[in-house]
């Protein structure tokens, strides 16, 4: 076991001493599993460097064992974009699938041969974590995968995840990508302590995990004990002069982030073919059950990361990488009745209504049936006995029917030909699934509408939630989101349950919500196949309301990541005289219509449309997003790495691997006047 580090007379000399020794044993303890100090010991060295750190509080720095649990909670949790965007993964459930997905790499990549790296995919909440020159800067939630929460307090209270890399001489920056999770014994210990005290049990430990991320007390994220495990390595602009190697191969990648300090799931295996890989899954299939976590499949990645990065990305996932589920666990039930939902596009949607059932850790009582057409498929009957499992392990739906024990006398469901909310003819058109309400004033609608226009990822309206919502729309206060601007105190005040204080504070919340970006109105619009991501997009390339408006199906669908489907469906929005009604009204409100620097992105000003630019360095006035946003207006594309089709490489100083390489290809390198000349 370890000894302890013998007095010394320098208080600055005993506190670096101090952080070393409880670094390197909690990094034993947690990441290893081979403790090398007695509890008792690390227990007095701690308090020791606590006394001295506040003796001397000019020596804490933000890596030391005493930084991992706030004093004090934090206010709320603020948003923050990724420097790399986390993709999720493509899902396959058959070897067939598989087979499919290899294919249609290989015909991106028709000369390219590929070993697998096949790694257990944990069934818990994946993070992002930023370090600076070594040190632990950010930690933060996938979010949508553009944007999450800002949860640096609470990744730090995770003892799995080192506060500094063991790495000498770091690079600038690296991203990694991994996996918070709650062990098993954790989770049942948890969930005893809440039942104690009466309070609800968390249904499953991925929940409890995600849960657990977003306190706003960090001490209570230490005491839940978190598990980490790393999987993903991005580094960025390494500097030549530092002379690092740095893995090539996805083997090597998570070798070495075991090295840098950090836990490596050991249950993965390098694999030359897709029959290697079947063998792989046929294992786990059944030991996954001995694990102390849970585990719902494995992901399967391309081992050269070179290919990789040639491969790249479509609109949602990575070409290189796909997660193979394991089948879901299926229960029988009886469908008591069946009820029809209505969303805010107007889409019916039938739900059963079953039997309460425990279904992968939690009580299934009602189930989707999609639409008509799965309905008509299934041959449902009120009364069946269904079989049901959770689509992705998170939705609960009905997979079959077993018709040999339907009861005599049940009667077939049929979907209803009116709205159940408005009583409107309800219309199902030749091409779509789906059954739909298309009565612009239907209260599901608008009920609908509001509830996303207030949304996080939209409007973000404090006390904006489906109660109020149903109040507004049944008192007839509200019956668009235009609406919400015009309401008055003596308005609210008028409401249920509704005091002086909580009126003053929605209309503030209402108020606030004029702030908000170009981007966020747009996806609060609602219009169909648009989620946040995607405004994004569209809001870089259309930086204003009237240059999206007057756009062809065409130029939208030209944008990278949003396709033909999506383009029409903007389009097609922007035509309807209802919807231009309903923006001439917002617009009034003074909501943000055009993004900061709309002026680059006029018709007339592309000036770099067809160029794909590489930012690499410190530009000497302008930030990275700042020069990205710019291209992006005037027309151009920008990436993460240096390849052929590179067009131009913006250098600023300190600028790291992807100059050389540059370089090498013979792309043309310009500094920050020369892009500013080229805008």
């Known amino acids: 076991m370890g000894q302890e580090i013998p007095p010394t007379p320098n208080p600055q000399q005993r506190v670096q001493d101090l952080q070393k020794m409880l670094q390197e044993a909690s990094y034993a303890y947690y990441v290893l599993d081979a403790p090398n100090m007695e509890d008792s010991v690390y227990d007095r060295l701690y308090r020791e460097l606590q006394d001295l750190e506040g003796q001397y509080p000019e020596l804490i720095t933000p890596d030391s064992p005493t930084q991992r649990v706030g004093e004090k909670p934090a206010s709320q949790f603020v948003s923050v974009r990724h420097h790399i965007p986390l993709y999720s993964l493509e899902n396959a459930f058959s070897s067939d699938d598989m087979q499919t997905w290899q294919e249609r790499w290989q015909k991106v990549m028709p000369d390219a041969n590929a070993e697998y790296v096949c790694e257990l995919k944990i069934d818990g909440s994946a993070i992002a974590l930023t370090y600076e020159h070594g040190i632990l800067v950010r930690g933060a939630t996938r979010g ?162 070179t290919l990789q990065t040639e491969l790249g990305f479509t609109h949602k996932f990575p070409r290189w990488a796909i997660a193979w589920k394991y089948p879901a666990e299926e229960v029988p039930t009886v469908v008591n009745a069946v009820t029809v939902q209505v969303g805010r596009t107007g889409a019916l949607t039938p739900v059963a209504e079953l039997s309460p059932v425990q279904l992968a850790g939690t009580t299934v009582s009602r189930a989707t049936l999609h639409n008509s057409d799965r309905i008509a498929e299934l041959d449902l009957h009120v009364g069946d006995t269904a079989i049901v499992r959770k689509a992705g392990e998170i939705i609960p739906e009905v997979v079959r029917i077993l018709a040999d024990l339907r009861p005599a006398g049940a009667v077939r469901f049929q979907m209803p030909t009116h709205c159940p909310e408005c009583n409107s003819p309800v219309v199902k058109p030749v091409d779509e699934a789906v059954t739909r309400c298309v009565n612009p004033t239907c209260p599901a609608i608008v009920r609908g509408a509001l509830e996303h226009w207030g949304s996080r990822d939209a409007l973000d309206i404090n006390g904006i939630g489906e109660k109020l919502v149903r109040q507004l729309v049944e008192a007839n206060l509200v019956q668009s ?54 405004a994004q997009l569209l809001a870089e390339h259309f930086p204003s309301l009237q240059a999206l408006a007057e756009s062809t199906p065409e130029a939208i669908a030209s944008v990278y990541g949003i396709g033909a489907e999506i383009a029409q469906s903007v389009h097609q929005w922007f035509q309807s005289s209802d919807n231009q009604a309903l923006l001439q009204r917002l617009q009034a409100t003074g909501l943000q219509f055009q993004g900061a620097i709309a002026p680059a992105a006029t018709k007339g000003n592309l000036a770099l449309a067809g160029k794909t630019f590489v930012i690499t360095g410190t530009l000497p006035t302008l930030k990275r997003d700042e020069a990205k946003a710019l291209i992006q207006q005037a027309g151009g594309k920008v990436t993460d790495s240096v390849s052929k089709k590179t067009d131009y490489v913006v250098v600023g100083e300190e600028a790291g691997s992807k100059l050389q390489k540059a370089q090498a290809l013979g792309i043309t390198c310009i500094s920050e006047p020369e892009l500013l000349q080229l805008l």
Not at 234 to 248: A, K
Not at 494 to 502: A, D, V, Y
Not at 520 to 526: D, P, T
Request: aromatic share 8%.
């Open 144 to 305: 949508d995968g553009i944007a999450g929460e800002d949860i640096t307090q609470n990744v730090k209270a995770i003892r799995s995840i080192p506060l500094r890399l063991q790495l000498d001489n770091p690079p600038p920056r690296l991203e990694i990508r991994g996996e918070a999770l709650l062990p098993l014994g954790s989770f049942e210990q948890i969930n005893r302590s809440r039942s104690q005290q009466g309070e609800p049990l968390f249904a499953n430990p991925r929940n409890a995990a995600a849960g657990t991320l977003r306190q706003l007390d960090s001490r209570i994220v230490a005491r839940r004990k978190l598990d980490f495990f790393a999987y993903t390595l991005h580094i960025e602009d390494v500097p030549g002069n530092l002379n690092l190697s740095f893995p090539t191969q996805q083997w090597q990648s998570l070798e070495f982030l075991h090295q840098i300090g950090f836990k490596v799931n050991p249950h993965r295996q390098l694999c030359r073919d897709l029959s290697a890989v079947q063998a792989f899954y046929d294992r786990w299939s059944t030991e996954r059950h001995n694990l102390p976590y849970m585990t719902d499949g494995m992901v399967v990645k391309i081992n050269s990361l």
């Open 481 to 534: 989101v235009a609406d919400l601007y015009d309401l008055t105190l003596e308005q609210l005040l008028g409401l249920e349950r509704m005091g002086q204080k909580s009126a003053e504070k929605l209309l503030a919340a209402i108020a606030l919500s004029k702030e908000k970006n170009w981007a966020r109105v747009l996806y609060g619009l609602g219009i169909r196949h648009v989620g946040s991501s995607n």
